[in-house]
């Protein structure tokens, strides 16, 4: 099959017949079937999908397929699907099946998108490197013994090795864009409640986000697009009406953008060289393009790690006690009485760094230490956000790596969480504040392994932020 640049030639193809949605599918289900070793995907649906595929082929041919007609799509195992099974990549969630779509679902599916399948991750979307999955490791496929990035590391696979078109996964703390940067695709997480969470397995429900995974910026605005915007199955989604972001992308006059870049960039330790001057060289790019380009300073950069971790945890730990083997998936049968059960269900269904978080969360909110964690790291959360915010306020974008590394080898930092939690450093930032911020692929370290270069544009301007990230793809 033709490699295709953009979802848009696709359904050019599409139209005049030149292509089907039963050949496309087919097309990622090989692949699926010959990369089987890089454990990306739980489950693919390959019947209904070629079933869904000659359905929209007839659409097609009468001229009443959808936006999305012919959209392969993936979707990261947080994401209800009706019917099928969703397991957060837990053994605790054994044996569930969605019983509704998540309203994001519900919208490709209006669309005529054509969902091939449920993608590995990191249990309960909590981990940098997908090595924290229930079933087994996703590996990178540029390179099979380093990760790709976590969590939704099954998501990025998916979509670097061609095995559907879209991705879409979740961004809690970096887990769309981090993966993204490991595998050399596009991650974009959008403002906080531009996409509805409705029928997403909660992690940290003030911080999870929706996120897309794409080739181009052309197909993650037109999915964006479709699946944002207020829903009545979830009253934390904005009500500011959703615009066309692809069109929008297209429709750019020249306009001259106002970039700030973390100061710091040169200086910091803990920064792979060659990630530092792969963004200072597309730094003098963009000023090079007649832009204004300039260092700003961020005093709070070491406390963003430790709020996102406090408060991330302590809502992990009140929202996954609902799982405690009578009302979802798995229960022990070592139990001996109520009590037993609960704590023999916990303790066999949950991996090992799920447990630690909720010990973590469930010790924050304790009522010795609530104020001094909890309510603290409340405190600085709204610090950071106000001063982000202010810097947004100037600028109309902020540049910045989003992974200290590239991919690293599987095993490299498992034995370590804290230095597990370090690869987030620069991702968790967009998600403390709320804002929109995206990974776009930026060169390649001297092993060829991708980089990514981040980009944080202020609540709700997403346009802009796909606009210009476009323009700077385009610079190479
Ligand atoms: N790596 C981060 C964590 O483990 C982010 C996860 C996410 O975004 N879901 O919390």
Do not use: W
């Not at 029928?199 to 999915?223: E, N, P, T």
């Not at 479709?226 to 009406?241: L, N």
């Not at 006690?321 to 049968?333: A, M, P, T």
């Amino acid at each position: 099959m033709k490699a295709y640049a953009t979802f848009r030639e696709i359904q050019h193809d599409l139209q005049h017949g030149t292509i089907t949605c039963r050949e496309l599918v087919r097309h990622h289900l090989d692949i699926i079937n010959t990369k089987a070793h890089l454990n990306a995907f739980l489950s693919v649906y390959e019947d209904a999908a070629l079933k869904q595929a000659a359905r929209i082929d007839q659409k097609i041919s009468q001229q009443k397929a959808g936006k999305l007609a012919g959209l392969v799509v993936g979707l990261k195992d947080v994401l209800s699907y009706e019917d099928h099974p969703l397991q957060a990549g837990s053994k605790i969630l054994n044996g569930y099946t969605s019983v509704y779509n998540a309203t994001a679902v519900q919208r490709l599916l209006d669309e005529d998108a054509i969902i091939i399948g449920r993608q590995n991750c990191d249990e309960f979307a909590m981990g940098s490197s997908n090595e924290n999955s229930a079933f087994g490791p996703v590996r990178n496929d540029l390179d099979n013994t380093r990760v790709p990035g976590g969590s939704s590391g099954g998501s990025a696979v998916a979509v670097q090795a061609d095995m559907c078109r879209i991705s879409l996964g979740s961004d809690t703390g970096g887990s769309v864009r981090q993966p993204a940067a490991f595998c050399g695709v596009i991650g974009l997480k959008p403002t906080y409640s531009r996409i509805s969470r409705y029928g997403l397995i909660a992690y940290a429900s003030s911080f999870d986000c929706i996120g897309i995974f794409g080739k181009s910026i052309d197909d993650v605005a037109l999915v964006l697009e479709v699946i944002a915007g207020p829903d009545e199955f979830d009253s934390t989604v904005s009500k500011k009406p959703v615009p066309a972001y692809s069109k929008e992308l297209t429709q750019t006059e020249r306009k001259t953008f106002k970039v700030g870049y973390l100061k710091e960039l040169s200086t910091s330790e803990g920064l792979q060289p060659e990630i530092q001057k792969n963004i200072v060289a597309k730094l003098d790019q963009i000023k090079a393009a007649g832009h204004a380009v300039e260092p700003i300073e961020f005093p709070l950069m070491d406390f963003i790690l430790p709020t996102y971790y406090i408060l991330a945890t302590a809502e992990a730990s009140s929202n996954l006690s609902r799982f405690d083997g009578v009302r979802y998936g798995y229960r022990s049968k070592n139990a001996t009485d109520l009590l037993s059960m609960y704590k023999k269900t916990r303790s066999e269904g949950f991996g090992k760094e799920v447990q630690r978080r909720i010990l973590l969360g469930t010790f924050v909110l304790s009522a010795s230490y609530y104020d001094a964690y909890y309510t603290k790291a409340q405190k600085v959360r709204r610090i950071i956000r106000d001063k982000t915010k202010e810097i947004l306020k100037q600028y109309d974008f902020i540049v910045m790596p989003i992974t200290p590394t590239t991919a690293f080898k599987m095993g490299e930092h498992t034995n370590n969480p804290l230095e597990m939690y370090l690869a987030d450093l620069f991702s968790v930032q967009a998600n403390v504040v709320g804002v929109p911020a995206i990974s776009i692929p930026c060169g390649t370290d001297q092993q060829g392994l991708p980089i990514g270069l981040q980009v944080i544009a202020d609540d709700f301007e997403e346009s802009k932020l796909l606009q210009f990230s476009d323009l700077l793809l385009n610079m190479n």
